[in-house]
């Protein structure tokens, strides 16, 4: 709907047309604000590369991104490129997770971690502030191959996880499981559940099956908000799995994160939080009175350059590249998983993922060494992770194969 595939001279033609929309410090009296372009004795500012050079004209020009620009007001002296911004959440949330239109808030947090963070935030003062809940009768539910972020939200926010377990072998949520550790929660006093379900986790690429969550939380009759942690997958799950139930067509599913850093190869500090409308200002920090439209983030003064990479990354490849894209992805991955297959090595893969995860005896410390492998633990690996990128060809993996084989 919003997601259109443009050529290079519209892309340039939009982001200059934002950027000129924003405050100019050269020609414009602007004496208030700790902002300016970047150091013009660092950064050449005329060099003649620059005319044709979106993004890297953005950095120099440096709009601040701060707070939330799709609800309320923000600041006005960086509106051109805050329009960018929007652009780029109805993208996320409307044509990647199916969301209705102008019906979600949301913003380019500085990465995954924060944009988990925000969504715990979020729900923990909500539980709060609609049903009077104590702050210790609130928990985080959320699996053994949930990111860390889960824990860093844990300490920050004084609030107890419990972690359910997954298959060992499958990396699947068990319903038997989470009840018991649902009832755990009870047994301590947990009333409020913040559950966090993966769209393909860290280690294995693994999609948690949402229902199995939702289910028992039903069943038990349990208060709870649902986020979908797609740092990994956000870019990726929903152009596999046509069927996906990680979308806000789900009713339970209130908010996403998904990182543009890590499977859309944009900028590090693209981590995208989106929520439905309703529950952002229950993080408004009233206090930012400087702030022209108050702050609903985490993080404060964001760069705005961060956004249109993101923009121009998705609005360059277009809906159909990106599904191209991800489909050379996942050929190459069930070329690589043949492989395994053929040489007996036993490997994780979920059919909707680029990640597999091959048991560490089939592979010698020094070619997981010397192929930059990744352990799931650095002190006793159980698991090495490869993840198919886009300079990750047939041609690399083939290296690995013979590696292998020649062991
Ligand atoms: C990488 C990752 C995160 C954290 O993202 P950062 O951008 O590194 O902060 C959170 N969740 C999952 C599933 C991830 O893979």
Redesign the pocket.
Known sequence: MFWKKKSQEEIQATVFQALSRNVDYNSETILGIPASYLDDKVFNQDASFIKDAPFISSLIQNPNHIGCHTLGKSESFFEGTHEIERDLIQICAVDILKGEPDEQDGYVA???????IQAIWIYRNYFMNEYEAEQSEICILCSED????MDKAANLLTLSVFKTTVDSELRVLNAEDVRMTIQKARDAGKKYFIVIS?????MFGSIDLVQTYTDVLVAMNCQFKLHI?????GFYYPFTDDSSLLTFENPHITSF?L?A??MAQAP?GT?IFLIRKGYMHHVNTKEASYVEGEDYTLIGSRSGANAIAVWMILVKNGPFGWQEKVFILQKRTAWMCKQFKEMSIAFYRHPFSNIITIKAPFVPIDIATKFGLVPDNHKAPNWYKIVIMDHVTIEKLSLLIEALKAN
Do not use: F, I, R, V
């Open positions: 500085s990465g995954g971690t924060e944009a988990n949930s990111h860390y972020s993966n769209m393909m986790t860290t942690d797609g740092a990994y997958g994160t990182d850093h890590k590090y981590g």
